[in-house]
């Protein structure tokens, strides 16, 4: 099943909301099935019955600074109307610590300043918040009636065996062998960003990676394995990925 998210931005300025959804859809590259985007500039009556009737997983970004309306008003509503789950992101122009002592009982995920590194927080509060919205997903097969259920964060590659009639899932300590093929599990995980078809051989998990050293053509892992199934053309796109929507200090 594909986790449709949805993001909801609360911000008066409407330069910074246009560039917060271009953030966002920089962040999912070419996904465009799996979120959507709502903006609001105040809050109202309207607005409130809106958001509550917007399904799934839910992402806030909310500007908290007084000058731009409620923010803060409306992250503690969320937090009030009985949503302890959704991630919350707070905005402001403002040092952060002053907003310390405003924000008891809004459980937010991360306070995020609006300046020059702005880009590269967000991107690091949407992989948090990915990771936290699909943490239920899972891949799901069977095997001589034996079910598997595999977390999808838990999933490092997935390599095409030698005979060609099955494949071989690797997570940190475990393998798994899939009478499956690579495109079948391509399409299965199309709609997923950090699942990335580097070689017609070979699925990376990109938030699994470490380092890739694209001059020896070596991907390293979280638990020290290492592949070098990238494929001459997908060498480039591998490495923006990583750098731009992974994280900007990986090894490249």
Avoid at 17 to 38: A, G
Avoid at 61 to 90: M, Y
């Amino acid at each position: 099943m594909v986790c449709v998210l949805s993001f909801i931005i609360y911000e008066k300025d409407e330069s910074r909301r246009m560039n917060y959804v271009k953030i966002i859809r920089n962040f999912f590259y070419k996904s465009k099935d799996n979120y959507k985007i709502s903006e609001f500039s105040e809050e109202n009556s309207a607005m409130l019955e809106t958001v509550r009737s917007i399904e799934g997983v839910r992402i806030f970004l909310i500007n908290v600074d007084e000058d731009s309306g409620n923010g803060l008003k409306f992250a503690k509503r969320i937090r009030h109307d009985g949503d302890f789950i959704s991630p919350i992101i707070l905005l402001t122009s403002k040092e952060k610590e002053t907003l310390v002592d405003k924000i008891q009982n809004v459980l937010f995920l991360d306070i995020v300043k609006i300046d020059d590194k702005l880009v590269k927080n967000l991107n690091v509060n949407f992989k948090e918040a990915f990771k936290i919205a699909t943490r239920h997903s899972v891949y799901t097969f069977s095997i001589f009636d034996e079910v598997y259920r595999i977390p999808y964060n838990d999933i490092y590659y997935i390599m095409k065996n030698s005979k060609g009639d099955s494949v071989t899932i690797y997570t940190k300590d475990d393998t798994y062998t899939h009478y499956v093929s690579v495109k079948s599990l391509e399409k299965t995980l199309s709609n997923d960003i950090r699942f990335f078809k580097s070689h017609r051989s070979c699925i990376v998990n990109l938030y699994t990676v470490t380092s890739y050293d694209r001059k020896d053509n070596i991907v390293i892992f979280k638990n020290g394995s290492k592949i070098n199934l990238v494929a001459k053309n997908k060498k480039g796109e591998m490495a923006k990925r990583l750098k731009n929507f992974v994280n900007d200090s990986i090894k490249v």
